[in-house]
């Protein structure tokens, strides 16, 4: 049970938008720590995505953006590729466990 | 290149130890913020522990007392010791780096290893 709730999956066909959430709270994102995005390919390490929030690192192309919003986040992906299909972790930090923390993760499936 | 390399994974049994390192070339682990974070077959990420630039170390609950992190500066690496491994404890490890693009404590991390497997079972 993550702190920081994500729906299970989302999926969209080629070209379409896809969004996903990430819930927090009061100990979290709500207190204003910034949230940063993962992509996780099958059978890979984690991939820094979105960076505090909005940014992109170098390399990460501009169909992919962050947005935040009170104690809730969103990841959004325009132009949906079938590259694309992957899992995606959103993370902040927790003042009440002293800890970064992630989400359950969701799966995005092209369909 | 920056790049970090886990080692050390296996098969151990439940009450056993286990030391698995993390070498990174490119920077120097003793300057940043270093964290081992897991993921349970089938499961999601988790934060398992952390070392500051300064020595500090913090450790989820789920290892506080067991698992141990430590660096080995001129080797430029990073460890995990594990003790009183448990069944739960089965995961992949991961070792990663904070961005310096992003702020504390709400860091994100830039660079991850490949990963190291732990098995723990009889």
């Known amino acids: 049970q993550s702190v920081l709730t994500q729906p299970p999956s989302v999926s969209g066909a080629p070209g379409q938008r896809v969004t996903i959430s990430c819930t927090g709270s009061?100990?979290?994102?709500?207190?204003?720590?910034?949230v940063h995005w993962y992509q996780q390919l099958p059978g890979t390490a984690p991939k820094l995505l979105i960076y505090?929030?909005?940014n992109r690192p170098s390399g990460v192309p501009d169909r992919f953006s962050g947005s935040k919003s009170g104690t809730s986040a969103s990841l959004a992906i325009t132009g949906l590729q079938a590259e694309d299909e992957a899992d995606y972790y959103c993370?902040?930090?927790?003042?009440?466990?002293?800890?970064?923390?992630f989400g359950i993760g969701t799966k995005v499936t092209v369909l | 290149e920056v790049q970090l390399v886990e080692s050390g994974g296996g098969l151990v049994q439940p009450g056993g130890s286990l030391r698995i390192s993390c070498a990174a070339s490119g920077f120097t682990v003793s300057n940043t913020y270093m964290s081992w974070v897991r993921q349970a077959p089938g499961k999601g990420l988790e934060w398992v522990s952390v070392i500051y630039s300064g020595g500090n170390t913090y450790y989820a609950d789920s290892v506080k007392g067991r698992f141990t992190i430590s660096r080995h500066n001129s080797k430029n690496t990073l460890y995990l010791q594990m003790n009183s491994l448990r069944a739960d404890d089965t995961a992949v490890y991961y070792c990663?780096?904070?961005?310096?693009?992003?702020?504390?404590?709400?860091?994100?991390?830039?660079?991850w290893g490949q990963g190291t497997m732990v098995a723990v079972s009889s």
């Open positions: 990663a780096r904070r961005s310096p693009s992003s702020g504390w404590p709400d860091v994100a991390f830039d660079i």
């Open positions: 993370q902040s930090y927790d003042s009440s466990l002293s800890a970064s923390v």
């Open positions: 505090v929030n909005t």
């Open positions: 009061s100990s979290n994102i709500g207190a204003g720590y910034a």
